[in-house]
């Protein structure tokens, strides 16, 4: 399951149904063999962390605000993790940020239940988010390697650091769930689940639940609304297999927020945002971003051209992913299991909004009249319609070989189809479109069509060997290939602008390229010197394969290349023979210490970077400059301290620390002409230092939990002549569990509190950083103090 090694206790491959995760202690349901022997596990459910793994309960999740974006919940209570968002939350995934040790999501291996996730960052080009795979209510438990990451963890994009996500299985009786959550603006968010029971006397079982959620921006116009649902069905076969169907529905919409440059911020305020519903001002101010190099009356010495650029009239963006998946477990002898996975994952989204730098033709050439209003609509609706397919299966054996062995070994295939298709749809003198106006596939005018096909193929070959009671040490390799043919299918920016769109160069581009690893091998150990003394270590290296996305986008070796005299076909050429996907080696040396009263862990860690690639932007946020470039190597030394302490029963109160220096080694960069020297410059986006602590308290079924966190200033370019300001972050909740109430057997209130100090801070960071200056609009301010209310029972 992990990198790092088993814990000690002997188990067995024995099977058993799985048992969810609920309130700290699972079920493992195994056979054992007979007094004195050992034996290995493959499916043992840990509750407690170990090595370099963190181990996330029910109970932990269950702290947080209903339907809290799990990542969210990890990051306030694990050292080395953050999560910033710009809604409470956390589903607004352009402005989601989850950073591990210096690793993004985007780095991060992810599963859910063995179903390999893909990339959890936006746009969820090869996989789909865990807030749209399936419900938060649904979820048992999360594991956290923030080590080198795991061997049999199948991702393409994992450099370091793997997610791992349980989902609950259906329970043994009949019953189900409500809860009912009401909040600041406007929020709501309903759960219900019904779960069948034991149906028969093979075992049959299953679940289905639904959940809405919807609240209004924090500020300006609009709404953000979730609509998911799940199911399950878990079929035992006699005593030797398994097998379970999972599907998840998930229907994202939402109003965007603004994002921001660090002026913007500051000079126009925290509340700051798109133009809605001012009609008149987003025509003017989308006048001057178009046809002259000029601020808006009244903006002089505070908005610099670009910065204006990007107040339009709105963003939107609508996203549905549907995921499903068979799975079995068979043991095919007693020392001898086959698991399997087969998934399909289907999403279809549409992003875009008001582009302030087309204009809508039917209405001739804006001009400004005498009154200080604009003829013709210097503007036009952008839809972006994407489209992904991709189904794939996942193969492991594990055996129990003689002399406390387990070797285990496995292989992921995946294809998957990605579509981006990007169309101009023309506003008129009088009105703009509705927020989701404009979302027929095969509408409005084509701007340009990508595709990529990627074929994916991953194989792993593992041994751990327990040397002593306690000690285990597991060695071995997985190897990689990934291919990826496509990009710029049609372009029609010369049709466009000859119609009057005063459409813009937006760089097309096409080929194939692969990253292949055949070695990339692990290492790690654990020693449990007693119950109270753990000391591990774990190293890797590991690949991480090539983004796509499209043709205009920054961060992939697709896109926003080149400039209009030197075409970014050119650029690509030139790229593919000189490119090379990135590579990692990770090394975790740790100590952990556990008794009833207290628990501390020491981590030291430190990451090689080689062939870093880096997307580098300037500009306005629709119309930017960039360049993909190898900034070379990169190194990374960091340290986490833990300590919890549980001084009186049902109190517990921890602090952490941590510790990074991450820093670019390369002697230069030519951008625009010019040679940026990095070497020791610090990486973009990641803090230096955080701090935590967090107070949890239980008296007779009330559940006090108080978390704050500090993060220190972040790099925002990568000459590192801008920071993003430090802040302080706080929740408080409040659960009380009324007990059994009539029918209800438990009937639970939770309140709380987000963003306690009301703090005004940047939270979220979308897309590539500048070389240097406040010349990049991709910075999103985090909600203010918002309270929430949830009713909940169990039947």
Do not use: C
């Amino acid at each position: 399951m992990s990198s790092a090694s088993a814990p000690p206790p002997p188990l067995s491959l024995s099977p058993a149904a799985p048992a969810p995760i609920a309130s700290g202690t699972r079920k493992t349901g195994e056979k054992r063999h007979a007094a004195g022997s050992e034996s290995i596990s493959v499916n043992a459910r840990k509750t407690k962390s170990h090595a370099a793994e963190i181990v996330v309960t029910r109970k932990t999740i269950d702290r947080f605000v209903p339907g809290t974006n799990p990542m969210k919940a990890l990051a306030r209570t694990t050292p080395g993790a953050t999560f910033t968002s710009s809604d409470a939350f956390g589903l607004d995934l352009p402005a989601n940020t989850f950073y591990v040790r210096g690793f993004t999501q985007l780095q991060l291996g992810a599963t859910l239940d063995g179903i390999p996730l893909g990339s959890q960052g936006y746009p969820n080009q090869n996989g789909v988010s865990i807030t749209q795979a399936m419900i938060q209510d649904d979820i048992a438990g999360m594991t956290l390697s923030q080590g080198a990451g795991a061997l049999d963890i199948f991702s393409a994009q994992l450099l370091g650091g793997a997610l791992t996500y349980t989902s609950s299985d259906p329970a043994d009786r009949a019953g189900g769930r409500l809860s009912q959550t009401f909040g600041s603006s406007n929020a709501f968010r309903t759960y219900a689940r019904a779960d069948s029971g034991v149906l028969n006397a093979t075992g049959s079982k299953f679940y289905a639940s639904f959940a809405r959620t919807e609240n209004n921006l924090w500020k300006g116009e609009g709404y953000q609304r979730e609509l998911q649902a799940d199911a399950k069905f878990v079929q035992p076969i006699h005593e030797k297999a398994t097998l379970t169907g999972f599907f998840g529905y998930g229907n994202f919409m939402q109003a965007n927020y603004l994002p921001l440059t660090l002026n913007m911020w500051r000079r126009m305020g925290r509340d700051t945002t798109f133009l809605k519903p001012d009609y008149e001002k987003a025509k003017l101010w989308a006048y001057y971003a178009q046809y002259t190099s000029q601020v808006p009356p009244g903006y002089e010495g505070i908005l610099s051209h670009d910065e204006a650029a990007n107040y339009a009239w709105d963003g939107s963006q609508i996203q549905r992913s549907y995921l499903s998946s068979l799975s079995g477990r068979v043991d095919l002898t007693k020392k001898l299991r086959s698991d399997t996975v087969l998934y399909g994952n289907v999403n279809s989204a549409i992003y875009g909004g008001t582009n302030n730098f087309v204009t809508s033709p039917s209405y001739g050439v804006p001009y400004l009249r005498p009154d200080n209003t604009v003829s013709g609509v210097p503007m036009a609706l952008q839809r972006n319609h994407a489209d992904m397919r991709r189904v794939g299966f996942t193969q492991k054996l594990s055996w129990e070989a003689p002399h406390r062995n387990l070797v285990q070994t496995g292989l992921w295939y995946e294809s998957n189809r990605w579509i981006y298709d990007v169309r101009l749809y023309e506003d008129t003198p009088s009105a703009a479109h509705s927020m989701m106006s404009g979302l027929r596939r095969g509408t409005g005018s084509t701007w340009f069509e990508n595709s990529y096909n990627t074929n994916t193929f991953q194989f792993f070959l593992q041994d751990r060997w327990r040397i002593l009671p306690g000690m285990t040490l597991l060695a071995g390799f997985k190897a990689l290939t990934q291919t990826t043919h496509g990009g710029t299918k049609r372009d029609d920016t010369r049709i466009l602008k000859a119609e009057g769109w005063n459409a813009y160069y937006r760089r097309p581009a096409k080929g194939a390229l692969t990253a292949s690893a055949a070695f990339l091998p692990h290492f790690s150990f654990d020693y449990h010197l007693d119950d109270r003394h753990e000391l591990y270590w774990d190293i890797a290296e590991n690949m991480r394969a090539y983004d796509y996305y499209s043709q205009a986008s920054s961060g992939t070796a697709w896109g926003g290349l080149g400039n209009a005299s030197q075409p970014a076909q050119q650029v690509f050429d030139a790229n593919r023979k000189i490119l090379k996907p990135e590579r990692s080696w990770t090394y975790v040396v740790g100590y952990r210490y556990t008794d009833r009263y207290f628990t501390g862990t020491v981590d030291y860690y430190h990451t090689d970077y080689f062939n870093r690639l880096a997307s580098i932007t300037e500009g306005a946020s629709a119309n930017t400059r960039n360049a993909y470039l190898n900034v070379g190597r990169e190194t990374m030394d960091g340290a986490d301290v833990l300590a919890s302490l549980r001084p009186v029963r049902a109190l517990e109160i921890t602090n952490s620390f941590s510790w990074n220096d991450a820093r670019y080694q390369g002697t230069g960069i030519n951008y625009g002409g010019r040679l940026y020297n990095l070497k020791g410059k610090r990486q973009v986006y990641y803090p230096s230092y955080m701090y935590k602590t967090g107070l949890s308290y239980d008296w007779r079924g009330t559940r006090l939990s108080f978390d704050a966190n500090y993060i220190s200033a972040r790099p925002m370019t990568f000459m590192n002549d801008l920071f993003i300001p430090p802040y302080w972050v706080a929740d408080l909740s409040v659960v009380h569990d009324f007990g059994r109430l009539g029918f209800v057997e438990h009937l639970t209130g939770n309140f709380g509190i987000t963003n306690l100090l009301d703090t005004n801070y940047i939270g979220g960071i979308y897309g590539a950083a500048s070389v240097r200056g406040d010349n990049n609009a991709n910075l999103y301010v985090a909600a203010p103090r918002q309270f929430f209310g949830t009713l909940s029972a169990r039947f």
